[in-house]
């Protein structure tokens, strides 16, 4: 019995593994492909204002704003570190493990100890989905 309690657990670990490397993948390209635009857009803004000003004040005005930019994103970014999340009941992770709780307390080939002991493992999958999924959303919803 907790042979297939801990395989069902590797597989669940592997897949969520799976899913996040497909994913951040993805994600890591597309900030390529969004570096890659700006750097045209901010060549082809810089090409506009050598045709109104000098190069060098064009390059000025093009260093000035990135500059912002990056002190706006600093601050974005320092809000929403400091800010509060929302914490998940612990309720209704509970409920998702129901139906692995009642099949290892109502088979009759268990012992007391095998069912602690799995018990015990459902506890600490509860509370590391508590702790390690702090953004609020669940794994299987995209």
């Known amino acids: 019995m907790l042979g297939g309690l801990g395989s069902f657990i590797a597989s669940e670990i592997s897949g969520a593994v799976k899913r996040n490397v497909i994913i951040y993948g993805l994600y890591g390209f597309s900030a390529v492909l969004v570096l890659c635009a700006a750097g045209y857009a901010l060549n082809a803004l810089h090409t506009v204002l050598t045709l109104r000003y000098d190069p060098i004040t ?73 702790f390690f999924n702090r953004d609020g959303d669940d794994e299987d919803e995209a």
Not at 63 to 70: E, K, N, Q, T
Not at 84 to 101: E, G, M, Q, S
Not at 107 to 127: N, Y
Request: charged share 15%.
């Open 58 to 130: 064009a390059s000025l005005w093009i260093a000035g704003g990135l500059f912002l930019a990056a002190l706006l994103s600093l601050g974005v970014a320092t809000y929403v570190k400091n800010r509060r999340r929302p914490r998940r009941p612990l309720a209704t992770t509970a409920l998702a493990a129901a139906p692995i709780a009642a099949k290892l307390l109502g088979s009759s080939r268990m012992g007391w100890r095998t069912a602690v002991v799995g018990s015990v493992v459902i506890l600490g999958v509860l509370i590391g989905r508590q």
